[in-house]
């Protein structure tokens, strides 16, 4: 088989006539991608003394898997040629490197530990159609995740055969016109569960409008570069990279309003499959391993912590780590995906092998559901899946294991629908960074949290969600609205007509202070500096991010269904406020706040102490508690620029007679001495 790295998204199963695209090559070939057994997976007890050196060859591995995938592609006239070339100079090669990287790995356990059996088997890869679905697996339960069995029914129809034979993109490694859904015609299949400790903490920590990126994984890859082979956004801990130790996370500055929340939350970026050259276009994990194209910056980041249907949630202990989802499901299977992709206005309907094409007027969101069990002992596990699990559909948590926070993610973007029928070229198509060998399938999509709350705020936030309450510093303005509940508009206009009378009023009492005495000439000219000053000031704060003409998007799957789109299209109507969706409710406010301490965060971090620099201090960790539910909706630094200054510049007309009657009372003073000046005058004449 061979790969076509260069074929545009409707080369293959369309008829097309040329395979010619932006990339400048013209070779046609079928779609093919490298598929190995995971080793990370099968190793789900590491003794604590192997663990570095095994993830750094686990990381080998990846690496390997990387170059061979990138040799297949470079291969592709050859494969058309010799059917035997792929298995003689990319398979077997790959074989023999992935063997002896599988006896390290066995020899670093066995000097501490038992031996790992069957290592060997799983060296071996396969060259397999990169256009096939993954095979079937078990899904998680169907409880707090999304049900991974329910994978491609809603969009597997979609795509009209396009993209069949061809691997597509900017860089020739995906995404194609198949693996993107209408989600109109996805019939809703989210439900929401209430239950015993029905709260919610949220914490706001931006959008990553500072430009926080690497292709490092802390989690799955410690110690190692380029250890995701692809690029995340990071938001809240400022300090996290391959080489972060826990004291550095500690000690480190935060994006996050509450600066007692420095954990680290970050996921793949999305890109535009535009031509765009970034930052990393000649770097591993970027351009080199074919993840290319313009990064997007989030529109909306809600970070919400929500209770268990059953009982009670707990602390999560300091430092504990999550991975939810599966970064090489498109060959692994989907047993451990948990991708879920929507648009605003219809966020009943998940798709989870597909990217949404949203209607004009909605944003694409993708969600995730992170695990809400933990085993009580452990902060990680060897293969970073054992130590926390999902509820099963009742929401029970499996034996020997106890209900904590559970942190939903929710991801707004300001993307269009790409144009499929021309492979993108009138308006690009999107995918999430990937490893290369995935082709940047949306099942793929995962995300990444490591618990860095210190203990009292830890502790209100499992108060908060076991008494039923809304809290956190996201939970004001970061709440998704309602449909039909946005009220962005209004705040938009109100300040309009107080911004204008400040600068006419003060010029009346103006001229006439230039007679009389000094007193009440203080007055006029002091009042028209408020009015003046605050409407200028306002303009810088949301400098940030990227704008876009979409409307609020509404974060209530329930509440949607098949008017979404109405309700979707409906702001627009008033013109781009796209930032007030995140702002939502109490319009700008929340944003300023929401910008302001996105600078500050950087500038101010807590030194928290950095108590457990050992992974397996899990108990000293259970102690503190802080459980709830956090929702933290970082405003769009995108639109406004030009509605913050008007809320900003501050209320109504009551307002604005309350700033000018001490110059209206002066002027009229001024007059009535003048009179008594002129009279007592006149009576000594």
């Not at 291969?75 to 298995?87: L, M, N």
């Not at 670093?108 to 799983?122: F, Q, S, T, Y």
């Not at 605003?344 to 069990?373: A, I």
């Not at 400098?543 to 702001?571: I, L, R, V």
Request: with cysteine; aromatic share 4%; charged share 25%.
């Amino acid at each position: 088989m061979a790969a076509n790295v260069y074929a545009s998204a409707t080369d293959g199963g369309s008829g097309g006539d040329s395979a010619q695209t932006r990339s400048g090559t013209g070779v046609r070939t079928a779609g093919a991608t490298i598929d190995c057994p995971d080793v990370g997976s099968k190793l789900t007890s590491v003794p604590e003394q192997a663990r570095g050196e095994v993830d750094k060859e686990l990381a080998l591995l990846d690496e390997q898997i990387a170059k061979a995938y990138q040799r297949l592609s470079e291969s592709a006239q050859q494969v058309q040629q010799d059917p035997g070339f792929a298995d003689n100079a990319v398979v077997n090669p790959l074989k023999e490197k992935r063997a002896a990287t599988l006896e390290r790995i066995a020899i670093a356990i066995d000097r501490v530990g038992d031996r790992p059996e069957g290592l060997e088997a799983l060296a071996a890869c396969t060259v397999e159609d990169g256009n096939e679905a993954p095979a079937p697996g078990e899904g998680q339960d169907g409880g707090d995740g999304q049900p991974a069995e329910e994978q491609g029914q809603a969009g597997q129809e979609q795509g009209n055969g396009q993209g069949q034979g061809a691997n597509g993109g900017q860089a020739g490694n995906g995404p194609v016109a198949a693996d993107f859904a209408d989600i109109k015609s996805v019939q809703p299949n989210a439900n929401d569960k209430g239950g015993a400790s029905g709260g919610s903490f949220a914490t706001s920590c931006g959008v990553n409008e500072n430009g926080l990126f690497n292709s490092d994984n802390i989690i799955a890859a410690p110690g190692v570069t380029n250890g995701a082979h692809h690029f995340h956004d990071y938001v809240g801990n400022q300090s996290n990279n391959a080489f972060a130790s826990d004291q550095d996370l500690a000690k480190a500055e935060t994006s996050c309003d509450d600066k007692g929340d420095k954990s680290s939350y970050y996921w793949p970026v999305v890109r535009l499959q535009n031509g765009a050259q970034e930052q990393d276009a000649q770097k591993p994990g970027g351009g080199i391993e074919g993840n290319a194209g313009e990064i997007v910056t989030p529109k909306q980041v809600t970070l919400t912590f929500v209770g268990n249907p059953r009982e009670k949630v707990t602390a999560m202990p300091r430092l504990l780590r999550i991975i939810t989802g599966d970064a090489k499901s498109f060959v692994n299977g989907p047993a451990n995906a948990n991708a879920s992709w929507s648009c605003t206005g219809f966020e009943d309907r998940q798709l989870k092998d597909k990217y949404p094409l949203c209607p004009q007027g909605s944003d694409v969101v993708r969600t995730f559901k992170f695990q809400s069990c933990w085993d009580g002992r452990n902060i990680d596990s060897a293969n970073h899946r054992t130590h926390v699990a999902f509820t099963d559909a009742a929401g029970n948590c499996p034996s020997g294991f106890r209900p904590i926070p559970q942190l939903v993610q929710r991801i707004v973007y300001d993307i269009d629908a790409p144009s499929l029928q021309d492979g993108g070229r009138t308006t690009p198509l999107f995918a999430v960074d990937s490893f290369p060998e995935q082709l940047h399938k949306p099942v793929t999509d995962h995300g990444d949290f490591i618990n860095i709350f210190d203990e009292d705020l830890m502790g209100e936030m499992v108060d908060c969600i076991n008494d039923g309450r809304q809290c956190g510093a996201g939970a004001d303005g970061g709440q998704d609205p309602a449909p039909g509940e946005e009220p962005q508009e209004e705040p938009t206009k109100t300040p309009e007509a107080p911004q204008e009378e400040p600068t006419q009023t003060p010029e009346a009492p103006q001229e006439e202070p230039t007679k009389t005495p000094e007193t009440p000439q203080e007055q006029p000219t002091k009042t028209p500096e408020t009015p003046q000053e605050q409407p200028t000031k306002k303009p810088d704060a949301p400098q940030n991010g990227n704008g876009g003409g979409k409307p609020a998007d509404n974060g209530d799957d329930s509440d949607n269904g098949d008017d979404g789109k109405g309700d979707a299209a409906e702001p627009p109507a008033d013109e781009p406020e796209p930032g007030d969706a995140s702002t939502t409710p109490g319009g700008a406010r929340p944003e300023v706040k929401a910008t302001a301490s996105a600078d500050s965060g950087n500038a101010a971090g807590q030194g928290g102490g950095s108590k457990n620099g050992d992974d397996e201090d899990a108990d000293g960790l259970g102690d503190s508690q802080a459980v709830g539910q956090a929702t933290s909706a970082a405003p769009t630094p995108s639109v406004p620029s030009r509605t913050e200054p008007q809320a900003v510049g501050g209320g109504g007309l009551a307002d604005t007679g309350a700033q000018l009657w001490p110059a209206a009372a002066g002027a009229v003073l001024v007059i009535a001495g003048f009179v008594v000046l002129r009279r007592v005058r006149r009576s000594h004449m």
